[in-house]
């Protein structure tokens, strides 16, 4: 018999990690389905896994949004509640994918506060 708490843990996590995963995969995604996800996932009191970001990134790209992962990136910043290591992490976990789509960071733009 299952718990409680296990169906709690498995539709916490189906939510946190594979609802996002899913979400920004998707081939046909458009723009209203991509900022809605990404307004979704910055309602929670989290800072989205680099794999995540990652997708977010390649969602981007696919729609030819160069802004909106500009927009990401100062967001997981905001995020990391001013954390420079949690931050610097996640820019060294997402730099392969950043440097093949050819995305600055916001500091290296010039934009940060």
Request: net charge negative; proline share 6%; hydrophobic share 40%.
């Amino acid at each position: 018999m299952t718990s409680l708490s296990e169906v709690v843990f498995r539709n916490t996590f189906i939510i946190f990690f594979l609802y996002p995963l899913d979400l920004f995969i998707r081939p046909d995604i458009d723009h209203w389905e991509l900022r809605k996800g990404l307004n979704e996932l910055y309602g929670y009191d989290l800072v989205p896994e680099p794999k995540i970001i990652i997708e977010m990134m390649q969602a981007c790209r696919r729609l030819n949004d160069y802004p909106m992962t500009l927009r990401i990136l100062e967001a997981v910043h905001d995020k990391c509640a001013g954390s420079e290591e949690i931050y610097n992490y996640i820019l060294s976990e997402i730099k392969p994918t950043r440097e093949e789509l050819g995305v600055s960071t916001p500091e290296e733009l010039g934009m940060a506060e």
